[in-house]
């Protein structure tokens, strides 16, 4: 499902390679929950740029906060596909994390890479990240998992509605896994 990824410095340089950072702007780093800011990589006036978004959608006051949505579903979706037509973004991470049945947290990054990009969207100054079926790197840890996004794409996918539209068919690359383990910190 997607709901926390981290963001380092390194992956943060990586991202930054692909689009223009204002000066004015402070990317959140460490890990990024529901609820809090983080960079996004968005559509620019001369090709792509960054700024700071919040993570996951109130659109019903009465509803839970949306965090993520279904590839399948979300262009003919009446309250994401708007959207979607409109304000797509891509969210760098250094990796994402997911919760094994047994609630053990499995850290996700792409392979020889220290940045991967999570396609979603922009709704009212909040990201959505959208979410796939599981390849066969992740599935025996859960059945979903975000749709990401090669370097080479994540221009085309913020510019071109049709090709956006391609991607969201197409399967995630192999991530590779391991557990995530927490230190306690020490007193003395």
């Not at 992956?11 to 689009?19: F, I, P, Q, V």
């Not at 979706?77 to 919760?99: Q, T, Y």
């Not at 979410?131 to 090669?150: E, F, G, K, Q, Y």
């Not at 690359?173 to 927490?182: R, S």
Request: aromatic letters at 12%; glycine letters at 6%; hydrophobic letters at 45%.
């Amino acid at each position: 499902m997607c709901g926390r990824f981290q963001m380092t410095p390194e992956a943060w340089a990586a991202a930054s390679r692909l689009a223009s950072v204002p000066d004015f702007i402070e990317i959140p780093l460490g890990f990024i929950y529901p609820g809090t800011p983080a960079g996004i990589l968005t559509a620019g006036k001369e090709g792509l740029t960054s700024r700071i978004a919040r993570f996951g959608w109130k659109w019903n006051p009465d509803k839970r906060l949306q965090i993520n949505a279904r590839c399948e579903t979300v262009w003919n979706s009446a309250l994401f596909g708007p959207w979607m037509k409109k304000d797509r973004v891509v969210i760098p991470a250094s990796c994402f994390f997911e919760w094994t049945p047994d609630k053990e947290m499995i850290r996700c990054m792409e392979p020889g890479s220290k940045v991967l990009y999570m396609a979603g969207f922009l709704a009212e100054n909040s990201f959505v990240i959208l979410t796939t079926a599981a390849n066969a790197s992740i599935r025996d840890i859960h059945h979903r998992m975000p749709l990401v996004l090669l370097p080479e794409q994540v221009a085309p996918w913020i510019q071109d509605e049709t090709a956006a539209r391609r991607m969201t068919q197409l399967v995630p690359p192999g991530m590779e896994t391991a557990p995530y383990l927490f230190q306690q910190p020490r007193l003395f």
